[in-house]
């Protein structure tokens, strides 16, 4: 299993028993750790299946696998913040900005104030259009829908939930259902319900 870690550049962080707690994406940072750490857990049960087959037996390992809450430390990391002191600093400094609350309230009345953080959000997420596969119709679509819809609702948080709905049903057309999860279907159902009652018309 350790082979299987550190083939994909992670770092084996805690060994209990039989099992192993590895990070992606520490102490180098990498952008796609939650895709190097998927394809880990599938070399790791490769390597089961195979033993099981050697010795004629059922075998099988429990891999799970979170992405998320670690994105945060791992882009302060790739910024050069490998202390606790990013953090503290970070918490100063909002601390700080509470007390400057009452001064940027009225610009809640001046909608076209958040237009240029919004426009800088939305060229730092251009980045990720580079690793669009665009001759693979079940990633791009979903894809070209998040993006629409982000823009035409104004709201960033509409685009995601469009794409995730369209992701299992584009698998789904292009005969490919079994990479869809119990996961992304469960995300496509809530998000469907959020856009037929949830969102405002």
Do not use: W
């Not at 390597?47 to 799970?64: F, I, M, Q, S």
């Not at 609702?153 to 685009?159: E, R």
């Not at 057309?173 to 992304?184: C, D, I, M, T, W």
């Amino acid at each position: 299993m350790m082979d299987a870690v550190h083939s994909y550049e992670a770092t084996v962080n805690q060994v209990m028993d039989d099992g192993v707690m590895a990070l992606f994406g520490a102490p180098l940072a990498h952008e796609d750790h939650a895709v190097r750490g998927s394809y880990a857990a599938l070399k790791m049960q490769a390597a089961v299946k195979k033993y099981a087959e050697e010795v004629h037996r059922t075998l099988g390992v429990p891999l799970h696998i979170r992405s998320g809450a670690y994105i945060e430390s791992a882009t302060g990391i790739r910024e050069g913040a490998r202390t606790g002191l990013a953090a503290v600093t970070t918490t100063a400094l909002f601390a700080i900005s509470l007390f400057f609350i009452p001064l940027v309230e009225p610009l809640q009345q001046l909608r076209f104030a958040y237009g240029p953080p919004l426009i800088a959000v939305g060229v730092l997420m251009l980045e990720s259009i580079r690793r669009i596969a665009f001759d693979d119709l079940t990633e791009l679509v979903p894809a070209f829908v998040t993006i629409t819809i982000m823009v035409f609702t104004y709201n960033i948080a509409n685009g995601p939930t469009g794409g995730l709905v369209l992701s299992p049903i584009m698998n789904l057309l292009a005969g490919r259902a079994r990479e869809n999860n119990a996961g992304s279907i469960v995300l496509a159902v809530l998000c469907l319900i959020y856009y037929l009652f949830g969102l405002p018309h």
